[in-house]
């Protein structure tokens, strides 16, 4: 089995181990060590897999402290969508466009069906982006937390289930190669984090609004970035 395979398969081992246990947000995970012990993995690939599961927005991994859990994965939709880009990793850039129809549709429904504590989420992780500068980690749960609660505030479930499991695929793509290299993304400081932050604030603003115009801009903006990143991404990768 090639080393990325062995990889995906301690991703998917942890996956299920937060659902088998019921793990909730901020549950502290085991350690690598017992990790390792328990899938009958090597070290080195439990931690890239938690660091994969990191940028996927799954878990956060604090320094000094270990991994935890920040939210509840969807499993089925998750695992159809990786297996489907694995086999053929030239369609990334439709899967993001199958990531930005799904938004726009719950977003569109969020902004006229939302409640206080809907919006209270969305604002919450926005406060959350704002203040992940720099940490690769921080800012993909995040980033995840928001456009997972906006998705959640369309009040549809399958929806919302849906829209995390391309969402998280698309992200584990984007951000792969930056994890295998141990590297942090550029636009992960300024001038670039200026941009992304503002984009989010933008698409923040419009759906406290209900202003369904603004909103349509602002996810497009938004996911005409990712598109950049995923190119970004290809580039470097090319270049390795």
Do not use: C
Request: aromatic share 8%.
């Amino acid at each position: 089995m090639s080393a990325t395979r062995v990889v995906d398969a301690a991703i998917d081992r942890i996956r299920r181990f937060i659902i088998d246990n019921d793990l909730g947000a901020g549950a502290r995970l085991p350690s690598e060590r017992e990790f390792a012990e328990v899938l009958g993995a090597s070290r080195p690939t439990v931690s890239q897999a938690l660091r994969t599961l990191s940028l996927m927005g799954l878990i956060e991994i604090r320094p000094g402290s270990g991994a935890f859990v920040a939210r509840k994965p969807a499993t089925m939709v998750t695992a159809s969508v990786n297996l489907m880009l694995d086999l053929e990793p030239s369609s990334a850039d439709q899967l993001a466009q199958l990531r930005y129809w799904l938004e726009a549709a719950g977003a569109n429904e969020a902004a006229r069906v939302w409640a206080g504590e809907d919006l209270a989420e969305v604002e919450k992780s926005l406060r959350d982006i704002r203040a992940s500068e720099g940490s690769t980690s921080s800012w993909m749960v995040a980033d995840t937390a928001f456009h997972i609660a906006i998705a959640k505030a369309s009040r549809n479930r399958y929806l919302a289930d849906l829209f995390e499991g391309v969402h998280t695929t698309v992200l584990k793509y984007v951000y792969e190669g930056w994890v295998e290299r141990d590297e942090v993304p550029e636009w992960l400081a300024a001038p670039s984090w200026d941009e992304i932050v503002a984009v989010h604030t933008s698409i923040f603003t419009a759906l406290a609004e209900r202003d369904d115009a603004a909103l349509s801009v602002h996810l497009s903006h938004h996911h005409r970035l990712l598109l950049d990143h995923i190119a970004y991404g290809q580039a470097g990768t090319e270049k390795a």
